[in-house]
């Protein structure tokens, strides 16, 4: 991990449960940021809070369907009245549905658009204003390397993150003047419970495409995300940082 120092931030990271959210939470909490973790399983978020707690760091779960604007604008009410602002936003909440376009039906399609690329927009504007009143904020989306080069069977997933991708530049240009920078992430192949259920098959060949010779791990973007979490970045923003180990396309 990256000598970062975070500490007396407050952080939100959305699809805290596990894998990359996860990573990035127990990262910034390392770094001496509070976290407020955001997940819609209750169980397994508590479970990774607990995790993070028991390493000496600071967080707590907060249950949120990121796709549903009144859930996302009543838990930021919640997490600014426990907080009292919020400096850092991690915009990482995704699913995939993947199918063929001729087979993807409306719900697949609308169910991966209002996660990825609604659920960043909502979770945005929940949190831009308490940034603004501090003149300083760091907000980081996770798009994805599908959203900048496509991928077979992902026509709604890579869309939603090329979304992303244009969201982060646009509004990079809106808030810059108040010393809020906005980034994205575009991960490669990562290791996570999504991809653990992948053939081993697919996942060598992939493999084999990467010039370093591994996959990634969640704490590969923590980095990532540590790096555009601190004051150090303050002159970097409307940044796609691809992360994937030279995947070759």
Do not use: H
Not at 11 to 23: C, D, K, L, N, P
Not at 53 to 63: D, L, P, S
């Amino acid at each position: 991990m990256i000598s970062v120092d975070l500490t007396g931030k407050i952080a939100v990271v959305t699809g805290a449960t596990r894998g990359i959210g996860f990573g990035i939470a127990q990262a910034f909490a390392k770094a001496g940021a509070q976290v407020a973790c955001i997940g819609t399983n209750a169980e397994k978020l508590n479970e990774s809070v607990a995790k993070i707690n028991a390493e000496q760091g600071v967080a707590k779960a907060y249950i949120c369907n990121v796709a549903d604007s009144q859930a996302v604008n009543e838990t930021a009410k919640t997490i600014l009245a426990d907080f009292g602002r919020v400096d850092i936003l991690v915009n990482n909440a995704g699913v995939t549905r993947d199918m063929l376009v001729r087979r993807i039906t409306d719900e697949q399609w609308n169910d991966v658009i209002n996660v990825n690329l609604s659920g960043t927009f909502f979770m945005t504007r929940a949190f831009v204003e308490s940034m603004r009143k501090s003149k300083w904020g760091r907000i980081i989306n996770i798009s994805s390397i599908s959203g900048l080069i496509g991928n077979k069977g992902q026509a709604n997933y890579s869309a939603s993150k090329a979304g992303v991708i244009g969201f982060t530049r646009t509004i990079s240009k809106e808030l810059g003047n108040r010393n809020i920078t906005v980034n994205a992430i575009c991960p490669g192949f990562v290791e996570t419970d999504m991809t653990a259920v992948l053939d081993p098959i697919y996942v060598q060949g992939i493999k084999d495409r990467i010039p370093v010779g591994r996959i990634g791990y969640p704490e590969d973007i923590a980095n990532a995300a540590l790096f555009f979490a601190s004051p150090d970045s303050s002159f970097v923003t409307g940044q796609i940082l691809t992360v994937d180990g030279g995947l070759i396309y």
